[in-house]
């Protein structure tokens, strides 16, 4: 397996421009994670999907943000208006969870370094 | 919230040396504690983990801890070497959501 697949690697937007980040999660995997990377607020988790389904979204930081996953191997994060304080590494991550409160690792992808001028 | 807290921010030690890295985590019901490493310009990848019912699981210079009365795990390297060098994180799932948390991170340093 490819591991978990981010595009693109690198972006460059000007404020108010929409934004899509997308990702292919490892084959097999029944969650996906979003995460948000800065110097200053760490590693954030934005929003998990657990069979497609969105079952915890409150770190996604407001309206602006949302996320989608069609099916199992594809997920989209979007930002509609972007704005410089956007600019981070997004990183998603797949791991497969066995059952209620069985959690495994999780295997990241090379992330997306977003920058917003 | 629930969270997690991880010291210290940033640790040096020489070549050699022990590092050792602690979390304390807020959920009693949490059962799986990973680590992760992130080299710079790197993504986080996953180096030790344990489950809540162990206390202590070792994997050549790497081990980790866990004391669930008190809720706070460590990780322990022996022999640092400077290719140790990097930021490590370490996590803990939370069991009504089903997902997990991060500590703050901290960037180790080993000096040659």
């Known amino acids: 397996d490819a591991g978990v697949i981010q595009s693109p690697r690198h972006e460059v937007t000007e404020m108010g421009q929409e934004v899509t980040l997308r990702c292919k999660p490892i084959?097999?995997?029944?969650?996906l994670f979003w995460y948000r990377q800065t110097m200053m607020r760490g590693l954030e988790l934005l929003i998990y999907f657990n069979n497609n389904v969105p079952i915890d979204d409150s770190g996604m930081p407001e309206d602006r943000f949302s996320a989608k996953m069609p099916n199992a191997s594809f997920s989209t994060l979007k930002i509609q208006p972007s704005e410089p304080r956007d600019s981070a590494v997004y990183f998603c991550?797949?791991?497969?969870?066995?059952?209620?409160?069985?959690?495994?690792?999780?295997?990241f992808g090379p992330g997306t370094r977003l920058t917003v001028t | 919230g629930e969270n997690v807290e991880q010291h210290p921010s940033t640790l040096s030690v020489q070549e050699g040396d022990s590092a050792v890295i602690k979390c304390t985590y807020s959920?009693?019901?949490?059962?799986?504690f990973p680590w992760y490493k992130q080299e710079l310009g790197k993504r986080p990848q996953l180096i030790i983990d344990?489950?809540?019912?162990?206390g202590e699981k070792k994997d050549q210079r790497i081990a980790v801890t866990l004391n669930k009365t008190a809720k706070h795990f460590s990780l322990h390297i022996t022999e640092t070497q400077p290719e140790d060098s990097a930021v490590y994180f370490c996590?803990?799932?939370?069991?009504?959501?089903?997902?997990?948390?991060f500590g703050a991170g901290t960037r180790l340093t080993v000096k040659p």
């Open positions: 991550a797949s791991s497969f969870q066995a059952g209620t409160g069985v959690l495994n690792e999780q295997y």
């Open positions: 084959s097999g995997h029944n969650s």
């Open positions: 959920d009693s019901a949490s059962n799986y």
């Open positions: 344990i489950r809540s019912n162990v």
């Open positions: 996590a803990a799932d939370f069991y009504n959501n089903n997902d997990m948390r």
